[in-house]
């Protein structure tokens, strides 16, 4: 499996990505993080590999997955995969009102559900007070 993470530096990507190695635990897991210019809003970009790979980098039209945090960057999501986890308009309203720190657990449910991790050992890697967020993103739970 071949997943790249996209967002913004503040966004938390790289927290989900932690998160993703966790949900993936015994498995080979290759990473590859690229911090666009290391400051708030810069472009932040994980690879991950998880199986018998050699090299942590994936190139364009080769993810399996894109889990896009910023839809302001669809179209480099696009380089990489047709098949993108993002966020609807209604999903991305209500979490920026209600807090906007928990874009990432969100994302992380919905990537959980998608991936077929077992929802008690993803809702244990998550800290108690974000369960809610997770439960959301988890149930598609804002339409």
Do not use: W
């Amino acid at each position: 499996m071949k997943i790249v993470l996209l967002g913004r530096g503040g966004e938390g990507v790289l927290y989900l990505s932690r998160l993703i190695i966790k949900s993936f635990d015994g498995q080979n897991i290759l990473s590859s993080e690229i911090h666009g210019m290391a400051k708030k809003g810069g472009l932040v970009e994980v690879h991950l590999k998880i199986g018998d790979y050699k090299s942590p980098t994936i190139g364009y039209k080769k993810a399996d997955l894109v889990v896009l945090l910023n839809n302001s960057l669809k179209k480099l999501a696009y380089l990489y995969s047709q098949n993108i986890i993002f966020l609807s308009e209604k999903e991305q309203e209500y979490i920026l009102k209600s807090n906007p720190k928990m874009l990432n657990i969100y994302m992380f449910a919905k990537l959980a559900k998608v991936l077929n991790i077992d929802y008690q050992k993803a809702i244990s890697l998550i800290n108690k007070n974000d369960a809610e967020f997770f439960n959301k993103g988890f149930n598609n739970d804002i339409q």
